[in-house]
């Protein structure tokens, strides 16, 4: 479980202080598909960042199963990204890699790594293996990012999150790169990944369309403030908050242009 509990971070700039997240609260219980919604600037990723302390927040509590993670330093902090996978919009892949070594690259550097059937070359690439065949990679190993298309890097980022069997995976913006086919692939793997392997997905996106396909509830983050929060079915149905409705209206416009230009095809 993800305790969050009045979040505030606030970055100094020329301008003056700049309050990216004010008094956070939220609860994200095991095996939950969470989505965070937002406009762009609204502090999606700087919240998500925050679970993870790639950003040590300036105030407040992140508990995850309990334990408060926010003074963790050194290897307390190693073996909590351990534990945290993560995927991004740009993929983050190592273009000098291939698909496979990408995906053992985690093992390499895991402290836990260093013992069992990881802490050898063989035991490395055979979890590798198993993880390209879920993701349906298994015959691109060889292969470098650059010869895969777009939803096929994000496979292998998906992979490699899931190196270190983690309980808890953070999706920044993970299909905002991909055309409307590819997402949906991507987002059904990541509900299967839910389904099966019972990890925690906290998903960031900027649309309730993309949200609506797998998270089975959602907060709605606007300059920095959490606005609305509730199962995806309640505030689909009855939106609280003005920031909602347009994230709604805007997903609809998106829909009806999507449809006239396949129609025009």
């Known amino acids: 479980m993800i305790e969050i509990e009045h979040l505030n971070k606030t970055f100094t700039a020329r301008s003056g202080v700049h309050h990216a997240l004010s008094d956070i609260n939220l609860r994200i219980e095991d095996g939950d598909v969470f989505g965070i919604i937002g406009q762009s600037g609204a502090g999606k990723s700087t919240l998500v960042r925050c679970i993870n302390m790639l950003e040590q927040p300036t105030s407040g ?14 290897r307390q902090l190693l073996g909590l990204r351990s534990r945290i996978g993560m995927i991004f919009q740009n993929f983050s892949l190592f273009q000098q ?12 550097l895991s402290r836990e790594g260093r013992g069992g059937k990881n802490a050898t070359r063989e035991g490395r ?57 590819t997402t949906v692939s991507i987002l059904n793997l990541l509900r299967d990944i839910n389904k099966n392997l019972g990890v925690t997905m906290v998903l960031i996106t900027h649309s309730l369309a993309v949200a609506r396909m797998v998270c089975n509830r959602i907060a709605v983050i606007d300059e920095g403030r959490i606005v609305e929060e509730g199962s995806t079915e309640q505030v689909f149905s009855n939106p609280q908050s003005a920031v909602t409705r347009e994230l709604l209206h805007f997903d609809s416009l998106t829909q009806v242009q999507a449809d006239e230009e396949r129609a025009g095809n």
Request: hydrophobic share 40%; charged share 25%; aromatic share 4%.
């Open 125 to 181: 690439e055979a979890r590798a293996k198993e993880l390209l065949e879920l993701v349906g990679l298994a015959d691109h190993a060889d292969r470098y990012p650059s010869e895969l298309s777009g939803g096929q890097q994000q496979r292998v980022a998906i992979a490699r999150a899931l190196a270190n069997e983690p309980s808890i995976m953070l999706c920044d913006e993970a299909t905002s790169a991909l055309d409307t086919r």
């Open 61 to 74: 509590t992140v508990r995850i199963d309990g334990a408060d993670i926010t003074g963790y330093r050194g």
């Open 97 to 108: 890699r291939t698909v496979l070594n990408n995906v053992t690259f985690p093992l390499e």
